[in-house]
């Protein structure tokens, strides 16, 4: 028995030791607690991009991340990237995340100067004209352009705010910040000019982004002193904003306070603005809804008829299209009676229309307003308004909508396009939920429209998917494809059939493009399983090509241009040998792979990682890493049981994955990881450098993001990289439907499109927009413009 207690001890003992080294070993566990700001990146690649790119974020968050740009873009990770802000009037910042061997690899890095500093233990780097510093404890890398910085550096011991709501921060948005509302112009998002100057509090705001648009999520911290705006809702149940209904399309700027009981939001302003609770009863006590729009005060009540019995200080000014106009004779009412939440000067007039009354301070503002009521001309009927609807909340304590000209005085920069933007609170016990949804909306009828451009028939089935093929001539793309009698076909980007060309044979994967005489003109070339093609731009045979071969090729053509200077080598793979060619049809006698009677079962792959170049492919159970001569480079130990996916370049390690569904990954010392993506056996994925997109049945995952597609047989997904855009394919060969989706999972407005192949992503033509390529049926391609 006492065996047994001293056994329980001591597994509290090393379980209250590893509880004490995963907290150590959490980066956010060093932020200082003076941070003044803290973006916590999920999406790192797609952060950096968006924070150039996007209107919006480049103007809130762009200034202070140039400082910290350097080390984050030669950051290879899927981790969390903290990057804190200690004081907003200074450029400092600290950057923290995760490391790893292939975190940060300065041979990689043109124009780096480092040193090591010793005394410190620290690393200093200059990449251009930009310095900083860095250096590793407790598996955590740190970095800043501040030496002090990175001096002081040490574990926080303690929870704070800050760590609190670091912690509670969503994982599946790009990015989250932290801040203090009060002194950072990153609380510009919170539209709220009295929240930001009354509350030192942090805020946690996650972003999600989609093209131009922004939304985010998060948490307004109040205190329990009466001394926020945001208090001033206490023990008040959020109302649905009614006053949209009525305020004009064109409003600029519309702030919407909502209650339950005026009574209660009465007596926390009093206390707010130490005044005695009073229990003088207005017609205020009959309302739900206050907002202020531009020169207009709205009130929303569920009984405006006795509203208009309890005002007594009025006069009807005169009768316009049969509602009546009165005259306000206590101008003065609001101006003190809701501060700080909202001050109007001077309510001269009014009227009451459904469920509202309408306050202004000229009679030509009111018959204006009672102009577009009638019309149905308001905020809530306009298109851009809708537009962004399904993203707002049912209820809020605060509503605060902003059109283009208001964001654009409110945050100092031109945004033409975003016509309706909205930030919701909704307060709960010192905090309130924050809701925000800024969107670009382009008066176009036909914007994000998806029209069918042109089909093209073949003269026999189509054997694989059509591609597209860069044409050199007037730099467009032409279409590629073959049919069941083994003719290649090259389609114009108008859908003219160029040319056609018997083959012997299937083309083995995608047809690859080199430049063999290097001088802009692009040839086509690719093997079937007993020949190798190099074909000119009108589909003639280039001498000495098609090389013929007995034995028959199992792999597609691999092409490396080792150093891009057009040096091509034409590597084909038979059973368990390679054989490599240049240009010009010759072997290179350099190569040479000893294969020791192992089939190869993936295309071979040329990657290069800093300096190095490096030949990868997979083989029964085994991963091979060769260099140029073929000889082995990295050598991979453990046995593999791969799946039937391609191997790629991910994070800087060659990846992909086996048939138990894991991702595998092996570092360029041969280093092996396994991570459980809860894939089933039959699954497919593919990579770029740092996105990583998988499916297995019906479940589509891109980067941290799942969708759930309707139940049916799904083509492998496919990455495409245009216009500074990722965008993945797959389709439904069931149902026949071709969907197409954003880096940040979202469909692409009027997918998905009828089609029965996997599709391929191009810009075939000069005019703006993408086409997407696949098939209407077994003989024929469909071509969808994206507009």
């Not at 950057?95 to 124009?111: C, G």
């Not at 009679?363 to 609807?389: M, V």
Request: glycine share 2%; proline share 2%; hydrophobic share 35%.
């Amino acid at each position: 028995m006492k065996q047994f207690g001293f056994l329980l001890i001591l597994l509290f003992v090393l379980v209250s030791c590893q509880r004490d080294y995963n907290y150590s070993k959490s980066p956010y566990k060093f932020l200082p607690s003076e941070s003044e700001v803290v973006i916590s990146i999920n999406e790192l690649n797609d952060f950096i991009n968006s924070s150039k790119k996007h209107t919006i974020l480049k103007s809130i968050y762009n200034k202070e991340l140039n400082n910290a740009s350097e080390v984050l873009k030669n950051l290879n990770t899927s981790n969390k990237v903290y990057v804190a802000f200690l004081n907003s009037s200074n450029p400092e910042n600290l950057i923290l995340t995760k490391n790893d061997s292939t975190l940060f690899i300065l041979d990689s890095i043109p124009n780096h100067i480092s040193e090591k500093l010793s005394e410190f233990n620290i690393t200093k780097t200059q990449i251009d004209s930009s310095v900083f510093y860095h250096k590793v404890l407790n598996n955590v890398f740190a970095a800043s352009n501040s030496l002090d910085i990175i001096k002081n550096l040490k574990l926080n011991e303690s929870k704070n705010d800050l760590i609190n709501l670091i912690e509670t921060a969503e994982e599946k948005t790009i990015a989250s910040v932290v801040f203090k509302s009060k002194t950072s112009n990153y609380s510009n998002l919170l539209f709220s000019a009295g929240i930001k100057e009354l509350n030192n509090n942090y805020s946690l705001l996650d972003i999600n982004l989609s093209d131009e648009n922004l939304h985010f999520n998060g948490i307004v911290t109040a205190t329990d002193s009466i001394s926020q705006i945001l208090d001033c809702f206490k023990n008040t149940i959020p109302q649905t904003t009614k006053t949209t209904n009525i305020a004009p399309a064109n409003t600029n700027s519309l702030f919407s306070i909502s209650y339950n009981d005026y009574n209660v939001l009465n007596n926390n302003l009093k206390r707010f603005n130490s005044k005695t609770p009073d229990s003088t009863k207005t017609f205020l006590n009959f309302t739900n809804e206050i907002a202020l729009a531009d020169n207009a005060l709205i009130l929303h009540s569920l009984d405006t008829d006795l509203i208009i019995e309890t005002i007594e200080e009025k006069s009807i000014a005169e009768t316009y299209r049969d509602i009546d106009i009165y005259e306000f004779e206590n101008p003065e009412f609001f101006k003190t009676r809701l501060q700080p939440i909202i001050s109007y000067e001077s309510a001269n007039y009014f009227f009451k229309y459904d469920d509202f009354i309408v306050f202004s301070n000229t009679i030509e503002t009111i018959k204006s307003i009672l102009s577009d009521a009638l019309n149905n001309n308001t905020i809530a009927s306009s298109d851009t308004f809708k537009n962004i609807s399904s993203n707002l909340s049912d209820d809020a304590s605060i509503f605060i909508f902003k059109n283009n000209k208001a964001l654009s005085e409110h945050l100092g920069i031109e945004t033409k396009n975003y016509h309706a933007n909205v930030v919701q609170y909704i307060y709960e016990d010192n905090f309130a939920h924050v809701n925000g949804v800024i969107e670009e909306f382009k008066k176009k009828a036909a914007s994000n429209s998806v029209t069918e451009t042109f089909t093209t028939s073949l003269d026999a089935q189509i054997v694989s998917p059509p591609q597209t093929v860069e044409n050199y001539i007037n730099n467009t793309h032409d279409i590629a494809v073959q049919d069941a009698n083994n003719v290649l076909y090259l389609i114009s980007n108008s859908g003219n059939v160029l040319w056609k060309k018997q083959l012997q044979g299937k083309i083995l994967g995608k047809i690859e493009q080199i430049d063999m005489y290097k001088n802009g003109r692009l040839q086509l070339a690719f093997a079937t399983p007993n020949r190798l093609y190099v074909l000119d731009r009108n589909g003639n045979d280039i001498s000495p090509f098609p090389k013929k071969f007995n034995d028959e090729i199992t792999q597609p053509l691999s092409v490396f241009d080792y150093d891009k200077r057009k040096n091509y080598r034409l590597l084909i793979t038979q059973g368990k040998k390679l054989l490599m060619y240049d240009a010009k049809g010759k072997s290179v006698s350099g190569f040479v792979y000893k294969s020791n009677n192992k089939t190869i079962t993936s295309q071979p792959k040329h990657f290069r990682i800093g300096s190095k170049d490096y030949i990868v492919f997979s083989t029964e159970e085994n991963l091979k890493i060769l260099n140029r001569q073929g000889s082995v480079r990295v050598d991979v130990k453990d046995k593999i049981r791969f799946s039937n996916n391609e191997i790629y370049l991910y994070q800087n390690k060659f990846t992909s994955s086996n048939t138990l569904g894991q991702l595998v990954q092996v570092d360029t010392r041969g280093n092996i990881s396994r991570k459980d993506l809860k894939l089933s056996d039959k699954h497919n994925i593919t990579t770029t450098s740092k996105t990583l997109v998988s499916m297995y049945e019906n479940k589509l995952f891109i980067k941290t993001r799942r969708v759930d597609l309707d139940y049916g047989v799904y083509t492998a997904p496919k990455i495409f990289y245009l216009n500074d855009k990722i965008y993945i394919t797959t389709t439904d060969l069931q149902s026949k439907k071709v969907y197409l989706f954003d880096s940040q999972a979202k469909l692409i407005p009027n997918f998905p499109v009828f089609g029965t192949s996997t599709a391929e992503l191009q810009k075939l033509d000069k005019s703006k927009g993408l086409e997407l390529i696949t098939q209407a049926d077994d003989k024929t391609i469909v071509v969808y413009k994206l507009h």
